[in-house]
């Protein structure tokens, strides 16, 4: 492997010196009427020949501009375009001495013309959007969405399908306007082509009613909608693919897509048992689907995008299906809705090693566990936009969830103190089954008046709960002390809860200068009723049944919770700078009844001021600033301020305190990014600060055998800061060769003041992680992309019994991918992790190689593809956790090598008049 990497270096760089002229073309653009200077006008040059787009950039607030590139051409064509005015076109001889244009001048173009004629420019500015002209952006061939992205700048791709925008994430993507197949991005962007777009336009996100009422985005997160060909509205496209391999690996999947103008329909279905959520399509890396990029949890469920695909870490084994349905209901009117299925089994085992700190000594636990989990789930979500007139909208957006899952699990855990000496161990194993039910409706209604931007909005929320569990439990736990105490348990417990949360409230919005200054009233109220019934029954021998009612092991209560919010906030908006300053008041009244427990039962009362500003400025389409401050108030949950003493951990019991006081949130955010299309250069950086007042923690003693008891206090000096960073470079070394530099750099500080064993003391975490990534391309031939990780964590104490930490973790990896033969492709995923500070008997290192080969087939139509998952077989999920209270190694089940072959057809009828282009089979599922 060293060997070929070595070639392939040598190779590339031999390579970058071939011959090619430089030039540099700058000017200054100015408008014709008034000759002012024009901003952000799309200056661009392309081949005489074949009109492929060779560089391009965007004028300054002065109008000047500057092209500089390199080119085998001995002229190109300059065009210039800014909506509202006639394009510019001119022929240039290009030569190696620098050429300065004589002032440009714009014409106003007449309106209608701007409307029939299409703009071919590779970027357009218009106010708060950025539209990029797909044809102008070349991609391999057959790409997706996804790589379609990649190569647009300023747009990052991370592995696992999230995507960001100057540092500013993605959280939407729709298509034509509408959203495509729910919420989750990635079944967008890995399987629309990219054939079938015509632009890519991405804004600051806003709600549908926002936008109805001309209110501005938060400017936190991005938008991104992706206009398909006028010509491709209409047909019927999608892919199937299937694979089976070694150790009985498979994975199959299938979707299908009917457009007909407004009206779209989408199916899709798959499954797997190699950790993927089932998406993924059978070619190149994305068969890997999610095995590398899913969200554990530490319940051990995993999930995708925000939707769950199973109930455990290790291996499992998932199956989905799902519908999506899209239609215009009259002029105005949007409808979408869609189902989705998932279901999965997943089966674990780990173990981890503890070291837990006192402030005068230590102690420490092994335990080892096995979990074997089913889940099982239904959802369903609509959203209606209904146009009643021209100010006056209605949004509305029910929701259902159904799911069931059944747990098996099994731990067994010993503590040792200093002189490795046995305090206490437990076996547990139980058996859960869940049934859960969830109707939840977002309903926002919306009316403008006048043309100045004034408008009152309503809105409610809804979410109502319902769920029911048996838990079958069998434990032992035994506490070596004088008496050897011994902790028998065989309990089954019928568990029931139920809750209803509703908030509503109501916006007026007063202009104060039409449609920028204004200020808004606001008033919310919000209501909580949550039901809690945990019946536990002890086995009674004689009977042989569950039917000796444990009332310590027992809960029944129901909690409520009232929130009354008035605020008022002034609000400025305009093309430059947008800014707002607000302040509220929220009283919160938080009662609980325990049947059990009468004597239990409180109700406690909060008043809390809330303050909040926001400022973002542009200071050119290029670069913007923002600015974010909020002091919040959180009062503590019941489960906190309730004097009830849950035993059921032998080895810790919690007993809460109502005594607790409303914790306070100062936050700050910082964020400023700058793309100069010029230069190809991206530069973002954004901090976060947060101190917290009379944060709520739990305080833990722990006696001569390491039982604990906890209980919940509140103490000041709590904050968290966070800073990163990312710096960006594209080189364009000639026409087919392109380096692609980034380097990132983020760091955070966390002091937590907790308590260990009754005793206060404050841990200071300092993290510090540098990465850089190069991506070399030479188009149609390959593709080189090293890049490298580093973690530096230091924790400190203000006790002098608790020794500092140190702790560092290296990544390394190179990703590569060659396109020669023609049909033939070839993608290569090595990674290098070492982590040195993990305990004797884990892993501390690990090659992680994947290896993909695919070959295109039926006029490039269907793909076969052979893949290697980890080929040096040394795949590890070993890792360390330090808190303030102890030191953590652990190490699970993991996915181990195969080797699968897959197949996966595409087929496409879309065309001007639904012509079969591309395969021309019909396809059912």
């Known amino acids: 492997m060293t060997k070929f990497l070595c070639i392939l270096a040598c190779f590339c760089t031999c390579m970058m010196f071939s011959q090619s002229t430089p030039f540099k073309i700058s000017g200054k653009i100015i408008i014709e009427d008034d000759q002012t200077p024009l901003e952000s006008a799309t200056i661009y040059l392309e081949t005489v020949k074949d009109s492929t787009l060779v560089t391009y950039t965007i004028s300054d607030k002065n109008g000047e501009f500057v092209l500089e590139d390199t080119t085998y051409e001995s002229t190109l064509n300059l065009t210039i ?11 240039i001889t290009i030569g ?29 500015i218009k106010k708060d959007t950025l539209e990029f002209n797909v044809s102008s952006f070349k991609t391999k061939k057959d790409a997706n969405v996804e790589d379609l992205l990649k190569e647009l700048p300023g747009v990052e791709v991370e592995e696992d399908g999230s995507i960001k925008v100057n540092g500013k994430s993605v959280n939407q993507i729709y298509v034509n306007g509408k959203p495509f197949f729910g919420n989750d991005p990635t079944i967008t962007t890995r399987n629309l082509t990219k054939e079938l777009i015509e632009k890519v336009q991405i804004t600051d996100t806003k709600s549908k009613a926002e936008a109805f009422s001309g209110e501005k985005g938060d400017g936190e997160s991005k938008t991104i909608n992706l206009t398909i060909k006028e010509e491709n509205n209409k047909g019927v496209f999608g892919r199937v693919s299937a694979g089976g391999g070694t150790d009985e690996r498979y994975e199959y999947a299938g979707m299908v897509n009917i457009f007909d103008n407004e009206q779209r329909i989408s199916v899709l ?20 689907g999610g095995a590398r990029s899913m969200s554990m949890s530490g319940s051990g469920g995993f999930t995708i995008d925000g939707r769950s695909f199973g109930g455990g870490q290790g291996i499992t084994t998932s199956n989905t299906a799902g519908a999506n349905y899209a239609d215009e209901l009259g002029k105005g009117n949007d409808f979408s809705g869609d189902y989705f299925h998932s279901g999965s089994r997943s089966k674990d085992a780990s173990k981890t090693q503890r070291e837990n700190i006192l402030p005068t000594s230590r102690y420490f636990t092994d335990s080892e566990s096995t979990s074997d989990n089913t889940t099982d789930n239904h959802s369903a979500n609509m959203s209606f936009n209904i146009k009643i007139d021209s100010t006056f909208m209605v949004n509305f957006r029910p929701s259902f969830r159904l799911s069931n899952s059944s747990t098996t699990y099994e731990r067994q855990e010993a503590s040792r103190d200093e002189n490795d000496v046995l305090t206490n161990q437990s076996e547990t194993a139980s058996f859960v089954e869940s049934l859960g039910k969830n109707f939840g409706n977002d309903l926002d209604i919306t009316k403008r008046f006048g043309n100045k931007g004034a408008f009152v909005r309503v809105n409610a929320n809804m979410d109502v709960n319902d769920a029911s569990s048996d838990d079958f439990l069998n434990s032992e736990t035994i506490i070596y002390d004088d008496t050897s105490e011994n902790i028998s348990r065989n309990q089954f417990t019928d568990g029931d809860s139920k809750s209803k949360n509703f908030d509503t409230g109501i916006t007026y919005r007063l202009p104060l200068t039409a449609k920028k200054f204004f200020v808004d009233f606001k008033y919310g109220f919000g209501s909580s009723n949550r039901k809690n019934v945990r019946s536990t029954f002890d086995f009674d021998e004689d009977s042989q049944a569950y039917e000796d009612f444990n009332t310590e092991l027992s809960t029944d209560f129901t909690n409520k919770n009232l929130r009354h919010s008035p605020n008022i906030r002034l609000v400025y908006n305009d093309d430059k700078m947008s800014f707002r300053v607000g302040s509220g008041f929220t009283n919160r009244t938080i009662e609980n009844a325990d049947r059990l427990r009468p004597e239990l039962s409180l109700k406690q009362t909060y008043n809390f001021l809330d303050l909040d500003a926001y400022m973002n400025y542009r200071f050119s389409p290029k670069s913007s600033v923002n600015f974010n401050y909020d002091f919040d108030n959180d009062a503590p949950s019941i489960s906190q301020l309730q004097p009830f003493q849950d035993v059921s951990d032998p080895l810790n019991t919690v007993t809460g305190n109502p005594d607790l006081k409303p914790s306070q949130t100062h936050g700050l955010n910082f964020g400023y990014n700058n793309y100069d299309f010029q230069k190809r250069t991206g530069f973002y950086v954004y901090a976060n600060a947060n101190l917290i007042e009379n944060k709520v923690v739990s305080k833990t003693t722990v006696d001569e055998n390491f039982v604990r008891n906890t209980t919940y206090t509140n103490v000041n000096g709590n904050y968290w800061m966070y800073v990163g960073s990312s710096y960006s470079k594209d080189f364009k070394i000639d026409s087919v060769q392109t380096v692609k530099f980034r380097f990132g750099l983020s760091g955070n500080v966390n002091k937590q003041v907790n308590f260990n064993n009754d005793v206060e003391y404050a841990a200071t975490s300092t993290r510090l992680n540098p990465s850089l990534g190069i991506t070399y391309t030479w188009k149609k031939l390959f593709e080189i992309m090293p890049n490298y990780r580093l973690s530096f964590t230091e924790t400190r104490y203000d006790l002098d019994d608790f020794d500092n930490r140190n702790f560092i973790s290296h990544n390394l990896g190179i990703r590569t991918a060659t396109f020669f033969p023609e049909k033939l492709e070839w993608r290569n995923d090595i990674n290098y992790m070492y982590n040195p500070n993990v305990a004797q008997g884990f892993q501390k290192s690990a090659w992680f190689w994947n290896a993909t080969l695919a070959y295109s087939v039926l006029k490039d139509n269907g793909t076969v593809t052979l893949k290697v998952y980890d080929l040096l077989n040394q795949n590890t999920n070993a890792q360390r956790t330090t808190t303030e209270n102890y030191i953590q190694d652990s190490q699970s089940t993991v996915l181990e090598q195969y080797f699968m072959l897959s197949f996966s057809w595409k087929f496409n009828s879309l065309g001007s008049k639904g012509e079969s282009r591309g395969g021309d089979m019909h396809f059912m599922m």
């Open 81 to 91: 375009s800014y909506i509202g005015f006639q394009t510019y076109s001119k022929t």
């Open 96 to 124: 190696k001495e620098p050429i300065r244009l004589e002032p440009i001048q714009m014409q106003t173009a007449n309106l209608l013309e701007e409307v029939i004629i299409r703009s071919r420019a590779p970027i357009t």
């Open 269 to 288: 279905a798959g499954g797997n048992n190699i950790n993927s959520s089932g998406f993924s399509f059978g070619e190149i890396r994305k068969m890997f």
